[in-house]
C-alpha cells in the first residue's frame, strides 16, 4: 500500500506551525490595519488635542499648557457662533438638497430609456471632477459680471440687468451657492445610494403595496423609502462627517466672505492655525467638530441598528 | 366577492406572446387553479387580473364590470405573492392593517379588522413580531390575513406554497382550501404543482403557452385530457403515450396497465411488456419498460400495487402479459387532440 502521508516523526520546533493558530494569524493580518489607524489617524488626533491645551504658535513654538485657556477665548468671540452656525447650514443645506436632488435622480434613472447606461455613466461626473476646478468653474458661473446663470435670466426676460443677483457679494446666496455647489458634488453619490437601496427592494413587496391599493406616493414614502433608510443613513454619514470637515469650496470659491458669512468650522481652523500660525487657538476651533460629529455618528447608527430588517 | 371573466386576453412582451388569447370564466365563490409549467404565462394572467400589468388586448371583467382601464387599487382584488411581498418594517399588525389604511378606513375599523383576520388566521398572538421572526408558515398565514382583511373581490394567489416545505405544504394546502371554502371566496390560484392543483381546485385550467389547452373538474382534466400536452403534464408518472398502427395516439394512466390476470373484464387490449426497472414507493411500485409493437418517447410506465403484485413476480428483463382496460385507453388524433370515439 502506498504511503501518501507519513505522519510527523520527530519533534519540531514549536514556532514551526505558529501561523495554523487561528488567534495568532488573525493578529497578524489585523495588525497593518490597526498600526495604520493608529499612527495616521489616533496620533494626530491626539496631537491635536495637546495643541488644543497649550499656548503653540509657530512664532513661538512652546509647549506650555494652558488648560482650556484658548476654548474659553474661541467662545467668547462672537465671530466663533457665526462660522459654528454656517457649518450646520452648510452641512444640512447641502445634504437636504443632495438628498432630494438624489432621490429624482435614481427614480428618473430606475426606468429603462435609450442611452441610460451613459447618463448613469455621465452622471457620476460630479463626483469625479477634481474639487478645485469643478469650485473654479462654478465661479465663473456666480461671477458678479460675467455670470452665465445672470444672463440666463437677464436674456430671459426674468430680470433686468439692475436687479441681477450679485451671487458671491450678497451674504445669503454666497451661502446658497457654497450649499448649492457641495450638493451638485454630493448628488451623484446620493443616486448610487438610492439606486442601491431601491433595486434591492424585492418587487413582490413592491407589487404587494400596489394591489394593496398604494398609490405612488404612499409606495415610496411608507413602503420604499422606510426599507431604504439604512443604506441612506450610511451615505448620510459619510456626506455629513466629509461636509462638515470640508473647507476646500469655501477656501476656493469665497474665502470665508463676504464679511464672514460662508466662514466654515474647517475653514476657520484652518486659517487661524495654518494661515496666521496660532496652532493653539486652530486646533481648538477644529476639536470643535469632534463632538459633533460623534453625536450624529453615534445617533446614526443607532438608530440603522433599531432599524434593522 | 364577485366572478371574474375574462375575454381573449392577449399580453406581448417585445413581441412575445406571454399570454395568447385566454377566456375564461370564474364564477363567484369558485376555487380555480391556472396549472401550466414555469413560463407558460399564467403568473403574467394573475398580474394582468389584479392590473399589475395591462393586457395588449382582451376584455377583464369582476362582478361583472369591465375594469381594464381601472387601476389595482380600485379593483378590489387581493393578491398573495410566491414569496409573500411582506412589508419587512412593519409589524404584522401593520402589515395587516396596511390595505385598509390605503382605503382610509378608520382606526377604529381597522383596529376590529385585524383583530377578526387575524383571529380566523390563528396568528393573533404574532401581532408585534416582525416577519424576520416567523417562521414560513406564519409568514404565510400574515400574507393571507393582509389579503383577506378588506374582504376582497377575489383571492389571487401565486404559487403560495412553493417557498414551504413539503410537510407544511401539505397542511397549509389543506387550510387554504378549508379557509376559501368557509369564506367562499372567488379564488384563482396559480402553480405549476399538480397535486397542489388537482387536492384544491373546484375546477382547473391547464395552460401552456400562453393559451388553455382544458378547463374542467380535477376528475375530467385526469381522466379525460384534451389533449397530449394536458395528459402528460397532469399526472405523476404521466400517461403513456404510444403510437398507433392507424395513426394518431393511444394513451393510458400507468395505474390501468396492469398484469392481463388481474384484469377481469374480457374488454381489454392486451401487451407484451418488456420490465426494464422497478422502483418500490412503499403504497405503489412504478415498472419502467417498452411495449412489443408499439413506439413511445418515454419508457412506458406501469403502476402496481405491492399488496397484489408480488416482488418477484415481475423482474427487470423479463417480458409479461400486460393490459389495459378498453375503457381506460384514451385517443388521440394525429394533432394531439383528444378523440371521444375510435
Request: with cysteine; glycine share 8%; aromatic share 10%.
Amino acid at each position: 500500500m502506498a504511503v501518501i502521508a507519513e505522519p510527523v516523526a520527530k519533534p519540531v520546533s514549536r514556532f514551526h506551525f505558529i501561523f495554523d493558530r487561528r488567534g495568532v494569524f488573525e493578529a497578524v493580518l489585523v495588525a497593518p490595519a490597526i498600526l495604520y489607524v493608529l499612527l495616521l489617524v489616533g496620533l494626530p488626533l491626539l496631537l491635536a488635542i495637546y495643541y488644543s491645551l497649550s499656548a503653540y504658535t509657530i512664532y513661538n513654538p512652546t509647549w506650555k499648557f494652558v488648560g482650556l485657556a484658548n476654548f474659553e477665548q474661541i467662545l467668547q468671540d462672537p465671530t466663533f457662533f457665526d462660522t459654528l452656525r454656517n457649518t450646520f447650514v452648510f452641512t444640512f443645506g447641502s445634504q437636504l438638497l443632495g438628498l432630494v436632488l438624489g432621490k429624482f435622480g435614481a427614480f428618473l434613472l430606475l426606468r429603462p430609456f435609450r442611452g441610460r447606461k451613459i447618463v448613469r455613466a455621465l452622471i457620476i461626473l460630479p463626483f469625479a471632477v477634481p474639487v478645485a476646478l469643478a469650485t473654479i468653474a462654478w465661479q465663473w458661473m456666480f461671477d458678479s459680471l460675467y455670470s452665465v446663470i445672470n444672463w440666463t435670466l437677464i436674456a430671459s426676460g426674468i430680470l433686468t440687468r439692475e436687479q441681477a443677483p450679485n451671487w458671491l457679494g450678497n451674504p445669503h446666496l454666497a451661502m446658497l451657492c457654497i450649499v448649492i455647489i457641495n450638493a451638485w458634488r454630493f448628488f451623484p453619490f446620493a443616486i448610487v445610494i438610492f439606486l442601491a437601496g431601491i433595486t434591492a427592494v424585492p418587487q413582490d413587496v413592491i407589487d404587494a403595496a400596489t394591489v394593496d391599493g398604494a398609490g405612488f406616493w404612499r409606495r415610496n414614502y411608507q413602503i420604499i423609502l422606510p426599507m431604504i433608510l439604512p443604506i441612506m443613513a450610511i451615505g448620510l454619514i459619510f456626506g455629513i462627517v466629509f461636509t462638515f470637515t470640508d473647507l476646500s469650496i469655501v477656501f476656493l470659491l469665497t474665502m470665508g466672505g463676504p464679511g464672514g458669512a460662508t466662514s466654515v468650522l474647517g475653514f476657520a481652523g484652518f486659517q487661524t492655525g495654518i494661515v496666521s500660525g496660532d496652532v493653539a487657538h486652530g486646533a481648538a476651533i477644529s476639536l470643535f467638530m469632534l463632538p459633533v460629529l460623534l453625536v450624529v455618528v453615534v445617533f446614526m447608527l443607532r438608530f440603522i441598528r433599531r432599524r434593522e430588517i | 366577492m364577485a366572478a371574474v371573466l375574462t375575454r381573449n386576453i392577449v399580453k406581448t412582451f417585445a413581441d412575445v406572446a406571454a399570454v395568447n388569447g385566454i377566456s375564461l370564466n370564474v364564477p363567484d365563490g369558485e376555487f380555480m387553479v391556472l396549472l401550466g409549467p414555469s413560463g407558460c404565462g399564467k403568473t403574467t394572467f394573475l398580474r394582468i387580473i389584479c392590473g399589475l400589468e395591462q393586457q395588449t388586448s382582451g376584455d377583464l371583467l369582476i362582478g361583472g364590470n369591465v375594469v381594464n382601464d381601472i387601476p389595482p387599487r380600485a379593483r378590489g382584488v387581493a393578491m398573495m405573492f410566491q414569496s409573500y411581498g411582506l412589508y419587512p418594517h412593519y409589524t404584522v399588525r401593520n402589515n395587516i392593517a396596511f390595505p385598509l389604511r390605503t382605503q382610509r378606513v378608520s382606526r377604529d375599523e381597522i383596529k376590529k379588522k385585524v383583530e377578526w383576520a387575524s383571529q380566523l388566521l390563528g396568528i393573533d398572538h404574532l401581532l408585534d413580531r416582525r416577519p424576520r421572526q416567523l417562521s414560513g408558515g406564519e409568514r404565510q398565514r400574515v400574507a393571507l390575513a393582509r389579503a383577506l382583511v378588506r374582504e376582497p373581490t377575489a383571492l389571487l394567489l401565486d404559487e403560495p406554497l412553493s417557498n414551504l416545505d413539503a410537510k407544511l405544504r401539505t397542511s397549509a394546502r389543506q387550510e387554504i382550501k378549508n379557509f376559501q371554502q368557509r369564506v367562499h371566496l372567488t379564488t384563482i390560484h396559480v402553480t405549476h404543482d399538480q397535486v397542489e392543483a388537482m387536492g384544491m381546485g373546484d375546477r382547473i385550467a391547464v395552460i401552456d403557452h400562453g393559451r388553455v389547452r382544458q378547463v374542467g373538474t380535477p376528475t375530467e382534466i385526469y381522466q379525460n385530457p384534451a389533449d397530449l400536452f394536458v395528459a402528460t403534464f397532469v399526472g405523476a408518472p404521466p400517461m403513456n403515450i404510444v403510437t398507433r398502427n392507424g395513426g394518431g395516439y393511444l394513451g393510458f394512466r400507468p395505474e390501468n396497465l396492469l398484469p392481463r390476470r388481474m384484469i377481469e373484464d374480457d374488454a381489454a387490449t392486451e401487451f407484451s411488456f418488456r420490465v426494464d426497472r422497478s422502483e418500490y414507493l412503499g403504497s405503489e411500485r412504478i415498472v419502467y419498460g417498452v411495449i412489443d409493437g408499439y413506439e413511445s418517447k418515454q419508457p412506458i410506465t406501469a403502476k402496481l400495487p405491492p399488496a397484489h403484485v408480488a416482488e418477484d413476480s415481475i423482474r427487470p428483463g423479463e417480458w409479461h402479459e400486460f393490459a389495459v382496460k378498453n375503457s381506460a385507453l384514451r385517443h388521440f388524433d394525429s394533432s394531439g387532440r383528444h378523440r371521444t370515439r375510435n
